[in-house]
């Protein structure tokens, strides 16, 4: 047992947090967690400061799923708790590991209707993996010592903890427990070897198989048991959106994600696919269009951490129930153990490949010299493979999907499942703190940027020089593509008028805004950010009428795309 | 199918609300619920019954289980299972002879009567809710003035 030390429970949360290897905060103060803001002045925790709270969360979620370690955000009571709200949820949404840490009105004005009282416990419930408010000072230390552990294990997620003023004020003799007991959770399944042994038998029986990489694959880091397994069984790999580069996209079994806005090769292979070795997938929406079209032929493997997703949207013929890297590492030492190694390629394999090579070939592009698949292979030629992306949600989004190829797996991020807006920026920003030393860019578009864009003032001030790379159509822009494609043209609320003069916004933070209009001046912009000490917002101007395509319309199946003409 | 749950919960406030709201956040229906504290005092136990496919309920169970506050969560089966609820049924008398009737229904079904007054009586009765549903039918004829139900308590029957 540690020695106990008498100390305030603002004390004691930034201890533990320091305990659990905390180096930042991104936060904003307020009149409820003045006296956890109060401890900065005695602790070696940096603070980054935001301008908004959505942003502070959206910050610790680019660092969580950069680092793999739970993020951390502040805000206080009431409209600060509501603010992250939003970011919240979008890290629920994709799994992403934080510590949200609310100031709360004292325990005894709590259900009076206080000043800058919400009820953040019961609004943040669903949109959780857990939540706690500590009653007593005491509770603190296990409080935070358990919310790390529930955040960052298993499958991640956000974890709030909603402090009353009062109990970050009072005293108490503190211990930080090094163990402790959670008994309704058991993050942790053992390798399931008979069922990855059946998946094996599965695939090799399979006329067309194939793997369905989901972001699971990403979280769990299983990139080169996926490539091995990919390369010993060759197997074409297609991703989901989340799953995007969890193999290298460059690799030649590479087909690029499925989905809405998927790879056409990649929505005809899976949608020809006799047998998918899913991993890490919640086979979305966005994902699967509708998979009534083909699922009696398709046999489907569903490896996922959260069992609660086997069966939810999609059955399976075989569930491996774990952690992906361990199961998939499983697979590998099998293949190896049973000398398992195909080196023809099948009449599969060919077609996918001349398939892939068709669309390489065929796919109309925008002519204009500024359309988006030129511009986004500008981008990938120039950035070092290294590099992380982030984006933002819409056109640019998508486009980015489409024609940034991911090189080095787990270097693209992006808010898939909620799809928030303005979280590309943040999560940029979180991103750098967690890798300094590799170039950071949000892919953007003007509508996304404008939402969060008040984060340049902690990107210049607290010297965080990300890139913001924005495709500016002036537009909402995906919104205009759906009242372009379903509303007869009939464009309502997308219109932007150019406004604000994104290179002056910038400059007026004390950023560097560079506007390019031509694939030189691209070139240059480009350069000139990456070598910038300070954050750049590079303006380029798109044609707002470009749509993304392909385009599978919602509730039809992935072999219904809409293709360029 | 009709489907009953029984939900081990730590005994701390506000677990009743997560497990209501995972029911209407994913488009669940609580069919009935109810919450007693266990021998041990450190658990609550929930029995929920609901509708639903096959898929369904699993899902729902999946749920629940993947919840951090619930410490075990059971389908059970129903032909291994002891359920019971506790009904209470106002019933209007309007003839002489209805107060006799009732009566008579009431022990039909191992009932007991409460309350007895010139034109109402009560029933408290502790039945399947097949039970239940059959007495309502036999009772509405007199009138059933109201009613208050608690919900099915459930247990598995030893060695099941």
Redesign the interface.
Known sequence: MNEMETMTGAKALMTAMEKEGVKQVFGLPGGANLPMYDEFNRCDIRHILVRHEQSAAHMADGFGRVSRKPGVCFATSGPGATNILTGIATAQADSAPMIAVTGQVAVNMIGRDAFQESDI??MA??VV??AFQPRSAGEIPEVVKKGFF?AETGRPGPVLIDVPKDVQTNEAPMEFPDEFK????HPWADPDIVNVERAIDMLLHAEKPIILAGGGAIISSAFAELQAVAETLMLPVVSTFKGKGAFPETHPLSLGPIGMHGHAEANKMMAEADCVLAIGTRFSDRSVGTFEAFEKRLKIIHMDV???E???NQ?AQIAVVGDVKVNLRVMVKLLLQKAIKKTDESLWVKHVKETKSYWKENLKIHPGELGAAKILRKLRELLPKESIVTTEVGQHQMWASLFYDVVQPGTFFSSTGLGTMGWGFPAAIGAKVAKPDVPVVDIAGDGSFSMTENSLATAVLEDIPVIVFILNNSTLGMVAQWQRTFYDRRMTGVEQHSCPDYVKLAESYGAQGIRAQSMDELDKAIKNALSSDVATVIDIPIDPEEDVLPFVAPGTSLSDMILPS | MWAILSILVENKPGILFKITHLFRARNFNIDSISVGITENPDYSKMTITTYGDEKRIEQVVKQLDKMIDTVKVEHLDESKTVFRELCIFKINLSNANDSMEVNKLANAYGGKVHDVKKDSMMVELSATPDQVKAFEELARPFGILDVARTGVAALQRSGA
């Open positions: 416990i019961g419930n669903p993996k857990y529930i959670i008994q309704g959770y959260d069992p609660a086997i069966g939810k059955n």
